[in-house]
């Protein structure tokens, strides 16, 4: 199954936890070979170093999240068609939590067939899982004490096949699916239950092989990375249906092979990987969602960037370079970027994916 263009099987999760400095800062890189997440401490000025110890996970993890306390991290493991858990600490270590009554590990839970990404509500209450192979969403609601997973009824959803991208609203209202192989992406309402329901007129067309969808943390644009056009598309979301419109100017110029996107907190910067110009496009994002490259965009980055993220504090973008194994790393600036001393951070493995939170 393809899970991403010209990408290994490999995922770079980054994350920030907590507000305060850089002992409560960490970078989680999982690697296909090793089937573990390996720990990174990031300091205040964006660097990173490598924590002591890893943790394990099943075969070939593909996608990672931080769930919205902070408390759990979940993984999508592509070849063991399943979720592993883990429980956060104070000093970025991972560990598999046990049953308090019968003391065996929590998970793995299983999933849908290839499962590719992973999205959860704001508040927590329910964790989706984008099944590649099986072309559906898992959906399971979240025990807030454990990081348990239920299924929830109904689960899972069907998709249009071979779907690679998901994101979930920070209204928690609607969930968006790219889907390369259709040009187009499927929109999904979501009830109070966590289930979902097609949003009226989805699937809706979107470029030619739409790879990666991301939207704003005020839940009114949609952003699409379309590689085969070297752009990305921009919608505007309805606030009652989730239907998506094209927005003016779209679709906007980016490099070559636009992999991913990301977006500030705030909704002002929107910064993409070009996998095939080894470099970022950086854009302000207008009071309609129309995007304005920044002065000195695109910024070199390392070979292959493939995934990029702009952390919590909006002061650091991280991108994961394939090719040359390792993070290229930036303060970010008014949507300008500039290289952090050190950069780039050099991985064991092939990165291809970034999550920040």
Known sequence: MKIHALAVLVVLMITIIGCGGSS???VYVVGRGANSVFGFQQNSSGALSALSSAASTDSIPVSIIV??????VYVANFAGNNVTLFATSNKGTLTVPKDS????????FNAGTNPISLGATSDGKFLYVLNQGSSNISVFSVDSSTGNLTAISGSPFPTVAAPQSMAVAANSKFLYVANPGSSNISGFSINSSGALSPISGSP??????PAFVAIDPQSKFLYVADP??????????????????????????????????AIDSKSAILVAANQ????????????????TAASGSPFAAGSAPVFVAIDSTNNFVYAADSGSNDISAFSLS?????????SPFNLATSPTWITSQ
């Open 67 to 72: 769930h919205p306390s902070g408390k759990f």
């Open 101 to 108: 009554t019968t003391n065996n590990p929590i998970g793995p």
């Open 24 to 26: 409560n800062h960490f």
């Open 228 to 261: 085969p056009k070297n752009a990305i598309l921009g919608f505007t979301v309805d606030p009652n249906s989730g239907a998506p419109s094209a927005m003016s100017g779209s679709p906007f110029p980016a490099g070559t092979n636009p992999a991913a996107i």
């Open 334 to 342: 008014g949507g300008k970027l500039s290289s952090i001393s050190g």
């Open 204 to 209: 809706f067309t979107a470029g030619t092989a």
């Open 276 to 291: 095939g110009s080894n470099n970022i496009s950086a854009y302000s994002i207008g009071g309609s969602g129309t995007l």
